[in-house]
């Protein structure tokens, strides 16, 4: 069964200063890849995805992930935060044979003047 | 265009009654999803339809849950007795298998606290 790993529950970090969130998934097949964000008190909003061709893929907001294949990775980046990335990131996989997307346990980006 | 619309954003009700969340997916998506989410058990999927039937209902807590999708734009989760237990954050998603690598679009929430 797919699954998928945020090692860190937590990320803080001052505004302006670069931040990954890990995101490791466990798959031998092909898979969709995804980073949802949740801004308190709303719903999942899809931030960016990877399905094919360029393993680097960006937001309209300036994060952006790489799809790691070898290390079965999807780490989210951006290289300077604002106070209103403060939110819950969850990554998420999917697989070609199935429409379910496996979530993460989500990382909570919290950004501090 | 309309994104997934949930009804009641919030609802307060007493333990034992019953609850009824509605959901309308977005206009030609065939895969409609519910999940719940808890600070103590994260994002979790209860079930999924595809084409307005059940393809996987492993994460229905219990009998007290059911859901229904009677047509392509309408499904309910409802809750019957309610328990404070299942205060939680109940959302709505819905996809169009095959497509953008099935990308799924949540709803904003059902907010719901039971006393």
């Known amino acids: 069964a797919q699954s998928v790993t945020q090692l860190d529950s937590q990320v803080p970090v001052f505004e302006e200063a670069p931040v990954e969130l890990r995101c490791n998934y466990s798959s031998s097949v092909s898979v969709y890849l995804f980073w949802y964000v949740q801004y308190p008190n709303q719903g999942l909003q899809l931030l960016l995805k990877y399905l094919s061709g360029s393993t680097l893929v960006e937001s309209i907001n300036g994060f952006e992930a790489e799809f790691n294949k070898s290390q079965t990775s999807f780490h989210l980046r951006k290289p300077s935060v604002h106070i209103s990335d403060t939110a819950e990131y969850f990554c998420a996989v999917s697989d070609y044979d199935t429409d379910k997307l496996i979530f993460g346990t989500g990382t909570r980006l919290q950004v501090f003047p | 265009d309309a994104g997934v619309i949930q009804s009641p954003r919030h609802e307060v009700t007493e333990m034992g009654q019953e609850v009824t969340l509605r959901c309308k997916p977005i206009s030609g998506h065939n895969s409609l999803f519910w999940y719940r989410q808890t600070m103590m058990r994260g994002l979790e999927l209860l079930i999924y339809f595809n084409n307005n039937v059940p393809i996987d209902d492993s994460g229905m807590p219990e009998d007290r849950f059911s859901a229904k999708m009677p047509n392509a734009s309408f499904s309910t989760l409802k809750i019957q007795p309610s328990e404070p237990r299942d205060s939680a954050v109940y959302f709505c998603?819905?996809?169009?298998?095959?497509?953008?690598?099935?990308?799924?679009?949540f709803g904003e929430g059902s907010w719901l606290t039971v006393v």
């Open positions: 998603a819905s996809s169009l298998r095959g497509a953008e690598g099935n990308t799924i679009y």
